[in-house]
């Protein structure tokens, strides 16, 4: 399968902590993107990263990439209750076919008030 | 920002019948749209790629003769479940694709439950 690791599966802070979740890949990309979803509904897009560099920051989210390892790591910052979700990492690892994506396995968060 | 919508966004239905699900892009032209499945608690897994005016690419070991894709235009694609079983019961999820994007632009899904 080529399907991506994540990790934590599931994770539960309080309010207020952060997180941070991690992805790991198997095939060279283009970018890496993160999605949230909440239960029992579509994605929503949170961040993309590029190949060619190395972190990224959007409000309280900060994306790291490290294509040496084929990892990604996804913090949030400051984490509030309306932050629970599944988070998953993306890849366009189809050889090359950008928005063809490999969907990580997914990171349970649940931040309790 | 873009906008997929799909529906229904639940159904239930007996075996051997046949379920379509739509996915419409809202305010863009979706040159190419994606199709998901995904189990309980478990990631997203690509069933079939299509793209406007011609047939869809199948994923191996989707049934392409099961799950009916009809991309017919630039703002709809379409997923028919034929002959749906138990097993076919799951959450499916349509992309759609803007030419020069880099994100896909996601539709809120569909509960399938096969009695």
């Known amino acids: 399968s080529q399907q991506g690791e994540e990790d934590p599966q599931a994770l539960s802070i309080q309010e207020g902590e952060n997180a941070t979740m991690n992805c790991s890949y198997k095939t060279s990309i283009n970018n890496l993107q993160w999605y949230r979803q909440n239960s029992g509904r579509g994605l929503v897009h949170l961040i993309l990263i590029r190949s060619n560099e190395r972190e990224k920051h959007s409000g309280r989210l900060r994306v790291t990439l490290d294509t040496s390892k084929k990892s990604s790591s996804l913090l949030i910052t400051a984490s509030r209750a309306a932050d629970t979700a599944s988070y998953f990492c993306a890849t366009d690892g189809y050889g090359g076919a950008t928005n063809k994506l490999i969907f990580g396995t997914g990171t349970l968060l649940a931040v309790q008030p | 920002g873009a906008v997929v919508s799909q529906h229904p966004s639940r159904v239930i239905c007996k075996s051997g019948t046949s379920v379509k699900i739509e996915c419409r892009s809202l305010d863009f032209q979706a040159t190419t749209m994606f199709w998901y499945r995904q189990f309980p608690k478990q990631s997203l897994m690509l069933m079939a790629t299509?793209?406007?005016?011609?047939?869809?690419?199948?994923e191996q070991g989707v049934e392409k003769d099961k799950f009916l894709i009809n991309h017919a235009s630039l703002t709809l694609s379409t997923l028919t479940v034929t002959s749906a079983h138990p097993e076919d019961s799951s959450f499916y999820i349509c992309?759609?694709?803007?030419?020069?994007?880099?994100?896909?632009?996601f539709g809120s899904g569909t509960q399938l439950s096969v009695l």
């Open positions: 299509s793209n406007e005016g011609s047939k869809a690419t199948y």
């Open positions: 992309s759609g694709e803007q030419a020069n994007y880099e994100k896909l632009f």
